[in-house]
């Protein structure tokens, strides 16, 4: 058996290695077992742990933040763009809705122009657009997106959780993964007050956004712009293009009476985009969104905190640039998203890799067996040499873009999945990793419960179960 250590936590682990020596408690070592355990508490690892704890798995969530739901919450990524998503989402939001103000269905009050170069979206009390306008982008029809209050968002993701029994470890950093061949046995984690645990589950899903696990037991990644040759997709560069999409730090804004306004920050910040997209609730509150702040590239080459603290220092510059707009004259900076908006970092090779091709294809044109989500975003490559790109109409992606390449008992369902770079660029929204989750869970408690490899599941049963093959959206 191998212990595969991810070089990025080698600090922390010395760290805390040397600290154990000093203190006795920290050497405390908890050892748990599981059916299914699911890594990283976003999007994707809420549907993950949601579906296999209702399926009947012991399911163990771990997630580094202080609150579920990843770049959804922690990163104030709010903001549910218009497009298909499965039946977990619909009932996050009946959660919120029956909580009173902390959803709404956002239609769009002012639109990007030169002179005024952002968009704002928020509820407003006479609205007649309900959840089902929501659900599609590509075609005709009304489009709307749904947003929501980070913090009612974790809230209801942990009601439901704990509902279906599910163990949730927060601040809790996984660290290493202990694999024979291609199975993953156990992983290493770090929680609260340096505490290490062993986690030995029959099923493990990797939902970590940037594929942390997967690259620990050993999967082969990809990263940055894929050359054409790659996957034949026509949009894609002919020459190696080192590119990301960029990085944001979002930050909330309140109306008050008299506001505090923001000085521009002292010294160089360097040239970030003149643009946002503001959304909210109601107008009392909202979250600016400063899409192109920081490059995707710097979060690779600098490291984590290094990225943040450039980030934090434009947040500052672009809250300067913003405050002077008509729209935003009676508001103040309240907060910082505690975590990085990160759109795009390493994905896995799976054992299918969905592309532009699936995309172009939509489901009237794709052959696959298993699909199991569907999507109708724009190829958005923002901050990485881009812009929109519509697609014409939902396509679906299948089971196996969730399995890496060879492995017995791993999934991965975040953003790391088995995409092209221009395909993640499409599907990456937070509903599709919901949905990404959801079949990930299911799949993996299937595995657990009958002991079979991720890739031998019942997989017309999953497809069925899922809704989502061959299903033509409203707005196809
Ligand atoms: C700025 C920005 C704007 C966006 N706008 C929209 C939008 O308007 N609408 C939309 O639908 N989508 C939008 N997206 C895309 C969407 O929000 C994300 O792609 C999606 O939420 C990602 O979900 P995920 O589950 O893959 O990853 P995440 O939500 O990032 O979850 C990963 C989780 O894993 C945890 N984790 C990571 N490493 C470890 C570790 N070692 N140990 C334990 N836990 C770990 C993280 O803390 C995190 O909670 C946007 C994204 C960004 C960055």
């Known amino acids: 058996m191998k ?49 296999a704890g209702r399926a009947g798995a012991k399911v163990i969530l771990v997630e580094k933040q202080a609150a ?57 009390p006479k609205s007649d657009l309900t959840y089902d306008d929501t659900l599609h982008r590509a075609g005709k029809g009304r489009k709307c997106s749904v947003v929501m209050k980070p913090e009612a968002l974790a809230g209801a993701m942990g009601a439901m959780l704990k509902t279906a029994g599910v163990r949730i470890l927060l601040k809790t950093t996984f660290q290493t993964a202990e694999t024979s061949g291609r199975t993953v046995r156990s992983i290493r984690t770090i929680g609260p007050g340096g505490r290490s645990a062993t986690i ?40 190696s293009a080192r590119v990301l999409n960029a990085i944001s730090l979002c930050y909330r804004i309140r109306r008050v009476p008299e506001p505090r306004r923001t000085e521009a920050p002292s010294g160089e910040v360097g040239a970030f985009g003149k643009t946002a997209f503001v959304s909210g609730v109601s107008d009392r509150e909202l979250i600016v969104n400063p899409l192109g702040l920081v490059a995707g590239v710097v979060l690779i080459d600098k490291g984590y905190p290094q990225t943040m603290a450039l980030a934090r220092r434009r947040v500052g510059a672009h809250w300067h640039w913003l405050q002077r707009y008509p729209h935003f004259k009676g508001y103040e900076l309240k907060d910082i998203a505690p975590m990085l908006g990160i759109r795009e970092s390493y994905r896995t090779v799976t054992e299918y890799i969905l592309t532009q091709g699936d995309l172009v294809a939509g489901l009237a044109g794709q052959k696959h067996t298993d699909i199991i989500a569907i999507a109708d975003h724009p190829m958005d490559t923002h901050g990485a040499g881009g812009g929109l790109r519509n697609v014409r109409a939902a396509y679906g992606i299948p089971y196996r873009c969730l399995i890496p390449k060879g492995y017995d008992n791993l999934l991965v369902a975040c953003r790391g999945a088995g995409f092209s770079h221009l395909a993640a660029s499409s599907c990456r929204l937070s509903r599709t990793m919901i949905a990404l989750g959801h079949a990930a869970g299911a799949a993996a408690a299937e595995a657990a419960r009958d002991g079979k490899n991720v890739r031998k599941i019942d997989i017309a049963r999953l497809v069925s179960a899922m809704g989502a093959g061959k299903k033509p959206t409203k707005g196809k």
């Open 3 to 51: 212990t595969r250590l991810h070089l990025r936590y080698l600090p922390a682990v010395i760290a805390v290695l040397l600290a154990g020596s000093l203190s006795p408690a920290a050497e405390e070592s908890e050892r748990a077992v599981c059916d299914v355990c699911v890594v990283g508490g976003g999007s994707g690892g809420f549907g993950a742990a949601l579906a």
């Open 68 to 124: 579920l739901g990843g770049t959804s919450t922690s990163a104030f990524v709010t903001n549910w763009e218009p497009g298909p998503g499965c039946s977990f989402a619909r009932e996050l939001y009946g959660h919120l809705k029956a909580k009173g103000d902390t959803v709404a269905i956002a239609p769009r009050v002012h639109r990007y122009q030169s002179n005024e170069p952002y968009g704002l979206s928020y509820g407003t």
């Open 200 to 239: 030995v589950a029959k099923v493990f899903i990797d939902s970590t956004g940037g594929a942390h696990l997967c690259r620990a037991a050993g999967c082969e990644t990809m990263l940055g712009a894929d050359l054409r040759s790659r996957f034949d997709e026509p949009s894609a560069p002919e020459k």
